[in-house]
């Protein structure tokens, strides 16, 4: 590093980043640039894989971060339409935002991820693709040692989830999940309520996620094949899905509809409320053991056949019912979104910037010293960033992403076959089902292939 990380000596350090790697029973790798006075920056570097929509829009939150350069952006979309809002993205895009923000031209632009990955000098990797890429990026992101900041939801399949986390733990990687309802204090307050009691015992939880099919890319309407635009290498856009035709409504910020590349609103936010509920219900390392009452409709094509309504619920061990819902969740007489935990005693509800409790007793109680806390962040990015100097784990880790994003995927699924589902959650099978079970993985498209074993 041109200037040394700050002043603690190296003994301190390593003593402290293994306390607490310790806490996950697993060490992290502490990469050899944070280590010594002799190292030769003390920037982050980060290569952004992905510069659609998220890509483009979390950049720059990354770059005000003093302690982080990017230096690399990689599209298979050089430049191009159909990103939020009918906005134009692309790699092209996304390096002039780097080069203008550094007001120099030292920003690296590829259209193939592995050439980002590959390089030694980029420290850490955001994955901002569309759902059907994150599995093979993030592993090799992994396996070449890159900490992570990966966009939810985490996989397109369980199977998928599975190996990541895995890949991550092997790897020993800092890893944050972009599920930054994590670091929202609404949110952590409602969870810690209820772990302390505050609502008596828990009976339901419920999470109101959108439905439909928004045309998010101003590009629904252009459903026929059309020649590929200059530019856009859409064969290695498809990747390990089924091979398509090319036409405007299927790229882009729209490609969620498509159940080949994503799992509809459900798994769009499967990533946020129910992330959440599991939080709060001390479950995020683990999962329900049946999947009951899934109701829905789907989209009507020609391009888009996601689930546009859905209903179903997951019941767990110990007799708690989380539902999951495209129709809003009844709180205080109205219909609303976000996630309410309900109990004996009462209710505690929050949403993006809300919260709201059945009583006033419940919103201001004071549990005492011996209270359970929640992990608090309050910047994602910020506590990402943290983690990558620290060596200490994220608010969001891979694992908790897997479990929460796996009630999306089971959902799809109960939706799909239209029965009910029985669930281990140590082997990750659904029980006595073999169609359904086959349903948690998907066959690539060569030559892809899913590393499950590094």
Known sequence: ?????????????????????????????????????????????????????????????????KRVRVTAVCDVNKEGPGYWGGSTRGREHARRMVDGFYKDKGCFATEDFREIIGKKEIDGIYIGTPDHWHAIIAIAAANAKKDVYGQKPLSLTVVEGRAMSNAVK??????QTGSQQRSDRNFRKACEINLNGGIGKLQRVRCGLPGGVPDYGRTANKTKTEPVPKGFNFDFWLGPAPEAEYCPARVGVNFRWIIDYSGGQLTDWGGHHPDIAQWGMGRQFSGPVAIKNAKGEWAKGPIYNTATKYDFECHYDDGVILEITSSGIEVDGRRRGGVVFEGTDGWVWADRGRFQASSKKIA?????????????????????????????????????????ITLAHLGNIALKTGRDLKWDPKKEQIIGDPTANKMLGRPYRKPWKLDMEG
């Open 364 to 404: 201001e109680a004071d549990f005492g010293e011996k209270a359970i806390r929640l992990y608090e962040s309050n910047n994602h990015v910020k506590n990402f960033i943290d983690s990558v100097f620290s060596r200490k784990a994220t608010v969001a880790p891979i694992e908790a992403a897997h479990r929460s």
């Open 170 to 175: 092997r790897n020993k990687i800092v890893w």
């Open 1 to 65: 590093m041109k200037k040394k990380i700050q002043q603690s000596s190296r003994r301190s350090f390593l003593k402290t980043t293994a306390a607490s790697a310790s806490l996950l029973g697993v060490p992290l790798v502490v990469p050899a640039r944070f280590l010594g006075e002799d190292a030769p920056s003390n920037k982050f570097t980060m290569g952004f894989i992905g510069t659609g929509n998220n890509g483009c829009n979390w950049m720059g939150r990354f770059m005000r971060d």
